[in-house]
């Protein structure tokens, strides 16, 4: 089974690419999908198309069994959220048209899974990461670190299913 975590941004999203096979895990890709481009205008109206481009390009390389995207959490500023909202919205679609299934969990959900500990940090959680999976290194940045959280918590709550 193949599963796509997006981590999503409306200037940086994560994605990270993991297959399961029984219960060994194994990280196939990783980056970042960067929607803020040096010379380039980085309205929210320019940055969206880059972001999609950005993650149908890993969709169609990767064709994934289930992508899980971080649910929606609470933000203290609303423009800030209403920006989220529309990038979650370009990776839904993104991963809508591949026909996979979708999934969302929560940042505690992922960290709990993932960690143990809703609350940890994100360089607890790149640790963690980089445990399951047996990298050498940490992932970096955090965004494809935290992509390849959503990915890895993913298959644990689907044991049975692939």
Do not use: W
């Amino acid at each position: 089974m193949i599963v796509i975590g997006i981590d999503p941004g409306s200037r940086v999203t994560g994605y990270g690419v993991v297959s399961r096979q029984g219960s060994q895990l194994q990280c196939i890709g990783y980056g970042v999908v960067r929607g803020i481009c040096r010379g380039e205008s980085n309205e929210l109206h320019d940055r969206l198309p880059r972001i999609y481009r950005g993650l149908r390009e890993c969709l169609n390389l990767h064709p994934p069994d289930a992508v899980a995207l971080e649910g929606i959490f609470h933000a203290v500023n609303a423009q800030t959220a209403l920006k989220l909202g529309q990038a979650r919205g370009v990776a839904l679609l993104a991963a809508a048209q591949t026909g996979a299934e979708i999934f969302e969990y929560s940042p505690l959900q992922v960290k709990k899974s993932v960690v143990g500990y809703g609350r940890a940090e994100k360089s607890q959680v790149q640790l963690m990461v980089s445990r399951l999976l047996g990298l050498k290194k940490h992932p970096k940045p955090h965004d494809a670190a935290d992509a390849l959280a959503i990915a890895i918590c993913h298959t644990f709550h689907s044991r049975g299913q692939g």
